[in-house]
T-cell receptor, first 111, second 117 residues
Framework: GQQLNQSPQSMFIQEGEDVSMNCTSS?????WLWYKQDPGEGPVLLIA?????ELTSNGRLTAQFGITRKDSFLNISASIPSDVGIYFC???????????FGEGTQLTVNP | GAVVSQHPSWVICKSGTSVKIECRSL??????MFWYRQFPKQSLMLMAT?????????EQGVEKDKFLINHASLTLSTLTVTSAHPEDSSFYIC?????????????FGPGTRLLVL
């Protein structure tokens, strides 16, 4: 089956630093989604990408749909303590098919 | 954005009992909802796809007779864990997709923590 590799697994940064994480797939995706999950909560959608090369921002967050359609990255600028959480990428191969999730990136921000 | 709710948010039950979890799309209709299970420090694992008016589609390795899914309306899907055992203790999360043909996405509920004693 398809595989989705997300890296890094964890990050420990200082408040104010920028963060970058990425996902790569063994398959071509037509949708990339980025979620954040806080402890004991469901994932919250951050950014949705639907087109190769698409670059989308949501506040301090920026994500891009790789032109090969097999990768995506998420950047967080000027991190703050409330950015702490687990970030998941998810991709979909075709319309209506299931999402495949990455293993998550645990982000810790030290004040 | 679209809102998905779950009830209850947590439940503790005795081994052998059944537990029902509800998933509702509050501001949109969803012909398809998804049920995931998540163990500590792990990613989400899709259990089944719930289709309104028809049988759910279960992922490989998920027992359909143990995890009963009913998608009775366009805004409600239920997951019943039958004869629950301690190994069924987990975080169960549902999601739903608003009906957009070209720009599908999934919105998740807040999750239900199940502890089976």
């Amino acid at each position: 089956g398809q595989q989705l590799n997300q890296s890094p697994q964890s990050m420990f940064i200082q408040e104010g630093e920028d963060v970058s994480m990425n996902c790569t797939s063994s398959s071509i995706f037509n949708t990339w989604l980025w979620y954040k999950q806080d402890p004991g909560e469901g994932p919250v959608l951050l950014i949705a990408l639907y087109k190769a090369g698409e670059l989308t921002s949501n506040g301090r967050l920026t994500a891009q749909f790789g032109i090969t359609r097999k990768d995506s990255f998420l950047n967080i600028s000027a991190s703050i303590p409330s950015d702490v959480g687990i970030y998941f990428c998810a991709g979909r191969e075709t319309s209506g098919s299931r999402l495949t999730f990455g293993e998550g990136t645990q982000l810790t921000v030290n004040p | 954005g679209a809102v998905v709710s779950q009830h209850p948010s947590w439940v503790i039950c005795k081994s052998g009992t059944s537990v029902k979890i509800e998933c509702r799309s509050l501001d949109f209709q969803a012909t398809t909802m998804f049920w995931y299970r998540q163990f500590p420090k792990q990613s989400l694992m899709l259990m089944a796809t719930s289709n309104e008016g028809s049988k759910a589609t279960y992922e490989q390795g998920v027992e359909k007779d143990k995890f009963l899914i009913n998608h009775a309306s366009l805004t409600l899907s239920t997951l019943t864990v039958t004869s629950a055992h301690p190994e069924d203790s987990s975080f169960y999360i549902c999601s739903a997709s608003p009906p957009r043909v070209m720009r599908e996405t999934q919105y998740f509920g807040p999750g239900t923590r199940l502890l089976v004693l």
